[in-house]
Protein backbone atom coordinates (compact mmCIF):
# COMPACT_ATOMS: atom_id res chain seq x y z
CA UNK A 1 0.00 0.00 0.00
CA UNK A 2 1.49 3.41 -1.09
CA UNK A 3 1.18 6.50 0.76
CA UNK A 4 -0.10 9.35 -1.51
CA UNK A 5 1.21 12.00 1.18
CA UNK A 6 5.10 10.96 -0.22
CA UNK A 7 6.40 11.86 -3.38
CA UNK A 8 6.38 8.98 -6.59
CA UNK A 9 9.36 7.30 -8.20
CA UNK A 10 9.67 7.17 -12.22
CA UNK A 11 11.92 4.86 -13.87
CA UNK A 12 12.29 6.34 -16.98
CA UNK A 13 13.64 5.13 -20.55
CA UNK A 14 15.48 7.39 -22.50
CA UNK A 15 16.84 5.21 -24.98
CA UNK A 16 20.00 4.22 -26.98
CA UNK A 17 21.23 7.68 -27.32
CA UNK A 18 19.54 10.00 -29.92
CA UNK A 19 16.88 12.77 -27.93
CA UNK A 20 14.38 11.91 -31.10
CA UNK A 21 13.55 8.59 -29.74
CA UNK A 22 13.13 9.80 -26.08
CA UNK A 23 9.06 8.75 -25.76
CA UNK A 24 6.21 10.56 -25.70
CA UNK A 25 5.42 9.28 -22.12
CA UNK A 26 9.19 10.06 -21.18
CA UNK A 27 8.85 13.53 -21.29
CA UNK A 28 5.66 14.05 -19.89
CA UNK A 29 6.94 11.82 -17.15
CA UNK A 30 10.12 14.39 -16.73
CA UNK A 31 7.75 17.03 -16.52
CA UNK A 32 5.58 15.89 -13.33
CA UNK A 33 8.69 15.11 -11.35
CA UNK A 34 10.80 17.69 -8.99
CA UNK A 35 14.22 16.09 -8.93
CA UNK A 36 15.97 14.12 -11.69
CA UNK A 37 18.69 11.43 -10.72
CA UNK A 38 21.04 10.51 -13.51
CA UNK A 39 23.57 7.18 -12.81
CA UNK A 40 27.36 7.77 -12.99
CA UNK A 41 29.32 4.48 -13.00
CA UNK A 42 32.70 4.57 -13.55
CA UNK A 43 33.80 6.77 -16.16
CA UNK A 44 30.71 6.12 -18.54
CA UNK A 45 29.50 9.48 -19.74
CA UNK A 46 26.19 10.90 -18.67
CA UNK A 47 24.81 10.45 -21.83
CA UNK A 48 21.01 9.14 -20.36
CA UNK A 49 21.30 13.05 -18.64
CA UNK A 50 22.19 14.07 -22.30
CA UNK A 51 19.30 13.18 -23.61
CA UNK A 52 16.73 14.49 -21.85
CA UNK A 53 18.71 17.77 -20.61
CA UNK A 54 16.19 20.21 -22.49
CA UNK A 55 13.69 19.14 -20.58
CA UNK A 56 15.22 19.19 -17.11
CA UNK A 57 15.60 22.66 -16.64
CA UNK A 58 15.02 24.36 -13.29
CA UNK A 59 14.79 20.87 -11.79
CA UNK A 60 16.88 19.72 -8.59
CA UNK A 61 19.46 16.75 -10.16
CA UNK A 62 20.61 14.01 -8.02
CA UNK A 63 23.82 12.13 -9.52
CA UNK A 64 24.12 8.86 -8.33
CA UNK A 65 27.19 6.91 -8.41
CA UNK A 66 27.37 3.47 -9.02
CA UNK A 67 29.91 0.50 -8.37
CA UNK A 68 30.94 -2.04 -10.84
CA UNK A 69 33.41 -3.76 -8.65
CA UNK A 70 33.77 -7.20 -8.75
CA UNK A 71 32.46 -7.32 -5.23
CA UNK A 72 29.50 -7.72 -4.74
CA UNK A 73 29.03 -6.07 -1.23
CA UNK A 74 30.58 -2.79 -2.81
CA UNK A 75 27.95 -2.61 -5.59
CA UNK A 76 24.72 -3.33 -3.26
CA UNK A 77 26.04 -0.78 -0.87
CA UNK A 78 25.78 1.86 -4.00
CA UNK A 79 22.51 0.86 -4.83
CA UNK A 80 21.41 1.19 -1.45
CA UNK A 81 22.70 4.75 -0.67
CA UNK A 82 21.47 5.98 -4.06
CA UNK A 83 17.73 4.44 -2.75
CA UNK A 84 18.56 5.89 0.27
CA UNK A 85 19.12 9.70 -1.45
CA UNK A 86 16.10 9.17 -3.42
CA UNK A 87 14.14 8.21 -0.58
CA UNK A 88 14.82 11.44 0.89
CA UNK A 89 13.40 13.40 -1.51
CA UNK A 90 10.02 10.83 -1.70
CA UNK A 91 9.39 11.50 2.53
CA UNK A 92 9.35 15.71 1.33
CA UNK A 93 6.37 14.53 -0.90
CA UNK A 94 8.56 15.51 -4.55
CA UNK A 95 8.24 12.99 -7.22
CA UNK A 96 11.87 11.84 -8.19
CA UNK A 97 12.42 10.48 -12.40
CA UNK A 98 15.43 8.02 -12.45
CA UNK A 99 16.58 8.53 -15.81
CA UNK A 100 18.43 5.36 -17.62
CA UNK A 101 20.17 4.73 -20.58
CA UNK A 102 18.16 2.36 -23.19
CA UNK A 103 15.24 0.59 -21.29
CA UNK A 104 14.88 0.79 -17.79
CA UNK A 105 13.89 -3.30 -17.45
CA UNK A 106 17.09 -4.49 -19.95
CA UNK A 107 20.09 -5.13 -17.81
CA UNK A 108 19.58 -1.46 -15.99
CA UNK A 109 21.19 -0.88 -12.77
CA UNK A 110 17.57 1.40 -12.08
CA UNK A 111 16.08 -1.94 -10.97
CA UNK A 112 18.03 -2.58 -7.89
CA UNK A 113 17.05 1.04 -6.88
CA UNK A 114 13.24 0.29 -8.07
CA UNK A 115 12.95 -2.78 -5.92
CA UNK A 116 14.68 -1.50 -3.14
CA UNK A 117 12.25 1.54 -3.11
CA UNK A 118 9.19 -0.59 -4.08
CA UNK A 119 9.69 -2.49 -0.99
CA UNK A 120 9.32 0.49 1.45
CA UNK A 121 5.60 1.13 -0.35
CA UNK A 122 6.72 3.73 -2.23
CA UNK A 123 4.57 4.53 -5.16
CA UNK A 124 6.87 3.71 -8.52
CA UNK A 125 6.07 3.99 -12.08
CA UNK A 126 8.34 2.57 -15.27
CA UNK A 127 8.40 4.44 -18.37
CA UNK A 128 9.84 2.01 -20.87
CA UNK A 129 12.43 3.06 -23.34
CA UNK A 130 14.02 1.97 -26.90
CA UNK A 131 16.75 -0.71 -26.52
CA UNK A 132 20.22 -0.03 -28.24
CA UNK A 133 19.61 -3.52 -29.89
CA UNK A 134 15.98 -2.72 -31.40
CA UNK A 135 17.80 0.76 -32.68
CA UNK A 136 21.24 -0.82 -33.85
CA UNK A 137 18.83 -3.25 -35.63
CA UNK A 138 16.69 -0.28 -37.31
CA UNK A 139 19.97 1.16 -38.11
CA UNK A 140 21.57 -1.82 -40.11
CA UNK A 141 17.68 -2.09 -41.62
CA UNK A 142 17.67 -5.65 -40.47
CA UNK A 143 14.96 -7.68 -38.62
CA UNK A 144 16.19 -9.08 -35.01
CA UNK A 145 13.63 -12.06 -35.64
CA UNK A 146 10.98 -12.66 -38.19
CA UNK A 147 8.37 -15.86 -38.11
CA UNK A 148 9.25 -18.51 -35.75
CA UNK A 149 13.17 -17.59 -35.60
CA UNK A 150 14.46 -17.60 -31.69
CA UNK A 151 15.94 -14.15 -30.48
CA UNK A 152 18.32 -14.43 -27.63
CA UNK A 153 19.81 -11.60 -25.85
CA UNK A 154 23.09 -11.96 -23.45
CA UNK A 155 25.66 -9.83 -21.73
CA UNK A 156 28.80 -11.69 -23.42
CA UNK A 157 31.41 -10.75 -20.92
CA UNK A 158 34.05 -13.50 -22.05
CA UNK A 159 34.47 -16.20 -24.61
CA UNK A 160 34.03 -19.21 -21.82
CA UNK A 161 30.07 -18.79 -22.13
CA UNK A 162 30.19 -17.95 -26.22
CA UNK A 163 30.09 -21.55 -27.60
CA UNK A 164 27.09 -22.80 -25.18
CA UNK A 165 24.84 -19.63 -26.38
CA UNK A 166 26.09 -19.84 -30.14
CA UNK A 167 24.94 -23.35 -29.64
CA UNK A 168 21.09 -22.24 -29.05
CA UNK A 169 18.83 -22.01 -31.86
CA UNK A 170 17.74 -18.20 -33.81
CA UNK A 171 19.55 -14.99 -33.63
CA UNK A 172 21.84 -14.15 -31.13
CA UNK A 173 22.51 -10.04 -29.26
CA UNK A 174 25.52 -10.02 -27.56
CA UNK A 175 26.03 -7.07 -25.23
CA UNK A 176 27.62 -5.53 -22.63
CA UNK A 177 30.96 -7.41 -23.69
CA UNK A 178 33.17 -4.36 -22.64
CA UNK A 179 36.90 -5.46 -21.93
CA UNK A 180 36.01 -8.75 -23.27
CA UNK A 181 34.80 -7.55 -26.35
CA UNK A 182 37.99 -8.51 -28.71
CA UNK A 183 37.47 -12.37 -26.90
CA UNK A 184 34.27 -12.83 -28.18
CA UNK A 185 34.45 -11.74 -31.28
CA UNK A 186 37.54 -13.65 -31.52
CA UNK A 187 35.22 -16.73 -30.90
CA UNK A 188 32.34 -15.71 -33.00
CA UNK A 189 35.43 -15.26 -35.89
CA UNK A 190 36.57 -19.11 -35.06
CA UNK A 191 33.08 -20.45 -35.01
CA UNK A 192 32.52 -19.28 -38.56
CA UNK A 193 29.91 -16.48 -37.73
CA UNK A 194 32.00 -13.65 -39.21
CA UNK A 195 29.88 -12.87 -41.92
CA UNK A 196 26.38 -13.54 -39.85
CA UNK A 197 27.97 -10.81 -37.33
CA UNK A 198 26.46 -7.07 -37.17
CA UNK A 199 28.53 -4.90 -34.70
CA UNK A 200 27.34 -1.43 -34.21
CA UNK A 201 29.21 1.10 -31.76
CA UNK A 202 27.24 3.80 -30.26
CA UNK A 203 24.23 2.94 -31.71
CA UNK A 204 22.10 6.60 -32.51
CA UNK A 205 24.72 8.32 -30.48
CA UNK A 206 27.28 10.77 -31.85
CA UNK A 207 29.90 8.92 -33.53
CA UNK A 208 27.84 5.89 -34.34
CA UNK A 209 29.59 3.38 -36.13
CA UNK A 210 28.11 0.16 -38.11
CA UNK A 211 30.03 -2.34 -39.11
CA UNK A 212 28.05 -5.49 -41.35
CA UNK A 213 31.00 -7.97 -40.38
CA UNK A 214 34.06 -9.09 -38.62
CA UNK A 215 36.46 -8.56 -41.53
CA UNK A 216 34.78 -5.10 -41.71
CA UNK A 217 35.07 -4.27 -38.21
CA UNK A 218 38.82 -5.71 -37.53
CA UNK A 219 41.36 -2.74 -36.96
CA UNK A 220 38.02 -0.23 -36.28
CA UNK A 221 38.25 2.05 -33.20
CA UNK A 222 36.64 0.11 -30.42
CA UNK A 223 33.51 1.91 -28.12
CA UNK A 224 33.77 -0.84 -25.48
CA UNK A 225 30.79 -1.14 -23.57
CA UNK A 226 28.18 0.84 -26.26
CA UNK A 227 28.92 -1.82 -28.52
CA UNK A 228 27.07 -4.64 -29.04
CA UNK A 229 27.14 -7.89 -31.74
CA UNK A 230 23.93 -9.37 -33.36
CA UNK A 231 24.50 -12.37 -34.71
CA UNK A 232 22.25 -14.07 -37.44
CA UNK A 233 21.51 -17.69 -37.31
CA UNK A 234 20.82 -17.56 -41.29
Known amino acids: MTDKGKGKLYGI ?3 PGDPQLLTLKAVSA ?3 CDVIAVPKTGSHERIA ?3 VEEYVSGKELLECRFSMDKDMAKRMEARREAANRITGFLEEGKNVGFVTLGDPTTYSTYMYVHKIIADKGFDTEIIPGVTSFSA ?7 A ?3 GEEVLTIVPARGSDDIDEILDRPGNKVLMKSGAHLDQVLEKLKERGCGDRTLIAC ?3 MDGERLYTGLSEYEGSPGSGYFTLAIVKEK
Do not use: D, K, P, V
Open 202 to 204: RAT
Open 49 to 51: FTI
Open 13 to 15: GAG
Open 136 to 142: AAASFGT
Open 144 to 146: LCE
Open 30 to 32: IER
